[in-house]
Nanobody, 126 residues
């Protein structure tokens, strides 16, 4: 059974940093992408950043480019989202998701992702 477990959310002041972690387990295929999505109250789910395996290519949405960095520890099956220069508008529930045999990772359409974690709250105060 595929499982994705997020951690690292919390409350931070504007301009601060947080690092989210996504622990993935329960699968054996080696062609996949793991993405971070976020959803704020009353808004649609937004693709934030993703990374593909095995070539390690990444994508970041314009809203976070230059502030958020995605990385992976393949040996530990962990995907990180380092979030710097946080803004109040970054406040949302952040979820990681896995897409098996991905195509164009830059699309980040939620329905293309097969498995989801439960999410972690990130709150940025002004």
């Amino acid at each position: 059974e595929v499982q994705l477990v997020e951690s690292g959310g919390g409350l931070v002041q504007a301009g601060g940093s947080l690092r989210l972690s996504c622990a993935a387990s329960g699968f054996s295929f080696d062609n996949y992408a793991i993405g971070w999505f976020r959803q704020a109250p009353g808004k649609e789910r937004e693709g934030v950043s993703c990374i593909s395996s095995p070539d390690g290519s990444t994508f970041a949405a314009d809203s976070v480019k230059g502030r958020f960095t995605i990385s992976t520890d393949s040996a530990k099956m962990l995907v990180y989202l380092q979030m710097n220069s946080l803004k109040p508008e970054d406040t949302a529930v952040y979820s990681c998701a896995l897409q098996a045999f991905p195509g164009d990772i830059a699309t980040m359409r939620p329905y293309e992702y097969d498995y989801w974690g439960q999410g972690t709250q990130v709150t940025v105060s002004s």
